[in-house]
């Protein structure tokens, strides 16, 4: 692909150097649809980033853009707070009737604020009301957020310095594989639990990614999920699992946790809950701990209006059919496991491992610079691909849960060409 040099002065000259995604893909984009993306210029890219896990039915969805537009046509609601509104009312009907009942959960729903922080946020804040502890307990390569309660509970030490002040009440355990299985499952942990002498303070909660996508992608096993869930009933510690890139079936089933068999004490949801890319985050949690004052958590956004008739045609469209997306998603994260084997094998030397659930998968490569240079080359032949990792060494593979077979497999040569093309 030929990519004139876009005007990006304004960019440059205004916008401050925190921005990050805009360097990998030096170009100014225009319009979306689908898994199409297309620069000012008319160049056209496949994306597969997905907004970071945004917007996994695609840009501008036809059946929540039509939703979309009619609400706002008729002057419906815009900005809510947490006022009662039609549009609130019809996601938390749909919500309950294709997510919550048809899965035996019981949650209370809880709007915190338009972010996924925000959900973390007040996950956070309400474990340690309930128990009346301060510590948490989370997980090596673990990333939550980038508010400083967030944070704390985050494991990137590049994301972890922007804080500029200590970042307390937070202690991190070893992942699932982190010790390459020469350790049993959380010995550490409940040794340090049960020893007086130990220095762990009782944590009134631990938090935990069923696959860390910041991280690496890094694959919980069920059987590890289920352990740490019994441990914190055990030990009485509330379990908090962080569903906000892995939920929406990112990784096949609406929570990525359905494949264990367990039912965490709170669940964050955020990113594509709203199917649109429209902000807005849900934090749910059992009944019994819902012992908020009124007012004691909220944000003026809160209530997003937009995002709810977006997410409710979002749950309609496609979690109305039963099983059906969810089959959908795993046939295509099965076509990407074996072309990724394919790759894998073609380049032995080069890449250590590739690993995913559902549509989400990464690729590590042994040198650590070479993930970034093949999501340059990727880019360069019209594909959208991050990298992912605590030096980067992952790319990430995130495409829309609507993407075609052929789109699949259009990316999957695009990336095996980059890798083929970047040492």
């Known amino acids: 692909m030929t990519i004139t040099q876009p005007d990006l002065s304004v960019f440059e000259t205004l916008e401050s150097e925190v921005r990050s995604y805009c360097r990998s893909w030096p170009t100014v984009f225009d319009r979306a649809q689908g898994s199409r993306m297309y620069d000012e210029d008319g160049h056209e890219y496949l994306d597969f980033?997905?907004?970071?896990?945004?917007?996994?039915?695609?840009?501008?969805?036809?059946?929540?853009?039509?939703?979309?537009?009619?609400?706002?046509?008729?002057?419906?609601?815009?900005?809510?707070?947490?006022?009662?509104?039609t549009a609130k009312r019809a996601f938390l009907e749909s919500f309950q009737n294709l997510v919550l009942r048809p899965r035996d959960l019981?949650?209370?729903v809880m709007f915190p604020g338009p972010t996924g922080t925000n959900a973390v946020e007040s996950a956070l804040k309400l474990a340690r009301?309930?128990?009346?502890?301060?510590?948490?307990v989370?997980?090596?390569?673990?990333?939550?957020?980038?508010?400083?309660?967030?944070?704390?509970?985050?494991?990137?030490?590049?994301?972890?310095?922007?804080?500029?002040?200590?970042l307390v009440h937070g202690t991190p355990m070893p992942f699932d594989h982190y010790l390459d299985g020469?350790?049993?499952?959380?010995?550490?942990?409940?040794?340090?639990?049960?020893?007086?002498?130990?220095?762990?303070?009782?944590?009134?909660?631990?938090?935990?990614e069923t696959v860390q996508g910041e991280g690496g992608i890094n694959v919980a096993r069920a059987e590890w999920l289920r352990a740490l869930a019994d441990l914190c009933a055990r030990r009485?510690?509330?379990?908090?699992?962080?569903d906000i890139?892995?939920?929406?079936?990112?990784?096949?089933?609406?929570?990525?946790?359905?494949?264990?068999?367990?039912?965490?004490?709170?669940?964050?949801?955020?990113?594509?809950?709203?199917?649109?890319?429209?902000?807005?985050s849900l934090c749910l949690f059992k009944p019994e701990l819902d012992i908020w004052e009124p007012g004691e958590h909220n944000g003026t956004f809160r209530g997003n209006n937009p995002a709810f008739v977006t997410a409710a045609a979002a749950l309609e469209a496609y979690w109305s059919d039963g099983p059906a997306m969810e089959k959908q998603t795993l046939s295509r994260g099965q076509q990407v496991q074996e072309a990724l084997g394919a790759l894998a094998e073609e380049h032995r030397e080069e890449i250590k491992e590739f690993r995913g659930?559902?549509?989400?998968?990464?690729?590590e490569f042994h040198d650590k610079g070479r993930a970034s240079r093949v999501a340059r080359r990727a880019f360069e032949l019209g594909l959208l691909i991050e990298t992912s990792g605590p030096e980067g060494e992952v790319v990430k593979l995130l495409p829309a849960l609507t993407v075609s077979p052929d789109e699949l497999e259009e990316g999957l040569r695009t990336l095996t060409r980059a890798v083929r093309e970047t040492a």
């Open 236 to 242: 009485d510690m509330l379990l908090i699992v962080d």
């Open 129 to 136: 009301k309930v128990k009346g502890r301060e510590s948490i």
């Open 357 to 363: 659930r559902g549509l989400v998968w990464g690729v």
């Open 138 to 166: 989370s997980f090596t390569n673990a990333f939550h957020g980038m508010s400083l309660g967030s944070l704390a509970v985050t494991g990137n030490a590049f994301k972890r310095a922007g804080a500029g002040i200590p």
């Open 49 to 85: 980033f997905a907004g970071a896990g945004s917007l996994n039915y695609g840009h501008n969805n036809p059946v929540l853009k039509r939703a979309l537009i009619d609400y706002l046509e008729r002057d419906g609601v815009t900005h809510g707070l947490d006022m009662s509104t």
């Open 182 to 208: 020469q350790v049993q499952d959380f010995l550490w942990f409940e040794r340090l639990l049960g020893d007086q002498g130990s220095g762990l303070n009782q944590p009134a909660a631990v938090i935990v």
């Open 245 to 280: 890139q892995m939920g929406c079936g990112r990784t096949g089933a609406f929570f990525s946790f359905e494949e264990a068999g367990i039912v965490p004490d709170i669940v964050t949801v955020s990113k594509s809950i709203s199917g649109y890319g429209l902000p807005m």
């Open 106 to 108: 019981p949650y209370k």
